[in-house]
């Protein structure tokens, strides 16, 4: 989280740190970092398709522990995890296992 609120201090310092969407859009900005990192010098659209969906088990510091980043050729949802957090009169509190998220038939 330092990073994220460093990140914040530099580059947008009036967004709140309260606004989800910011965080959503930092994760989003370091999922396409890695992806291109993982493009090397092959900047094509094809390989950048390919690294794209073949995230597997990708941890970032700015998601809670134990949640990952998967793709596949057929699953393009990122994060199919949560934890379960309640209010406890002044925060909140995560409790329980990382669950998965992911539709059952």
Not at 36 to 58: V, Y
Not at 81 to 104: A, C, I, N, P
């Amino acid at each position: 989280m330092m990073a994220y609120h460093q990140f914040l201090a530099k580059y947008l310092p009036e967004v709140s740190r309260g606004d989800s969407s910011a965080m959503t859009g930092y994760n989003i900005g370091l999922t396409m970092a890695e992806v291109l990192c993982r493009c090397g010098d092959e900047m094509t659209r094809d390989n950048l398709m390919k690294q794209a969906a073949s995230l597997r088990n990708l941890e970032q510091g700015s998601l809670l522990p134990g949640i990952k980043v998967n793709t596949g050729p057929d699953g393009h949802a990122p994060i199919e995890q949560l934890q379960l957090m309640r209010f406890e009169g002044e925060h909140w509190s995560l409790f329980g296992e990382v669950l998965s998220g992911e539709f059952q038939r």
